[in-house]
């Protein structure tokens, strides 16, 4: 059983910068695919970014490439998103993500979800 935690949102001026945390607890992450998603009103489910937990390797949508950067520090078992250069459209909760036997995308449905944090921009 994998449990993931939420932390860091909250309001941002656009051009500004936050930094999201995920910490994770279980035995061990090796195999998985851990991301980041977001839903903003009125609108579906979005990837963000992705880091397969062993490699490091990692996946971005083209609406965040050059702005976020995904992260983990495996001796605190946390994921990190540093979003820069904010923008009002990048206002969402924000949840983080575990799989296994997926893809960079996460495409056939994470297995555990966190509860999600907001972020809010303003112009």
């Known amino acids: 059983q994998v449990h993931l935690v939420e932390s860091g949102g909250g309001l941002a001026q656009a051009g500004g910068s936050l930094r999201l945390s995920c910490a994770l607890s279980g035995r061990t992450f090796s195999g998985y695919v851990m991301g980041w998603f977001r839903q903003a009103p009125g609108k579906e489910r979005e990837f963000v970014a992705s880091i397969r937990w062993s490699s490091g390797l990692t996946y971005y949508t083209d609406s965040v490439k050059g702005r976020f950067t995904i992260s983990r520090d495996n001796a605190k078992n946390t994921m990190y998103l540093q979003m820069n250069r904010l923008k009002p459209e990048d206002t969402a909760v924000y949840y983080c993500?575990?799989?296994?036997?997926?893809?960079?995308?996460?495409?056939?449905?994470?297995?555990?979800w966190g509860q999600g944090t907001q972020v809010t921009v303003s112009s």
């Open positions: 993500a575990a799989g296994t036997n997926t893809n960079a995308v996460l495409s056939t449905g994470p297995r555990y």
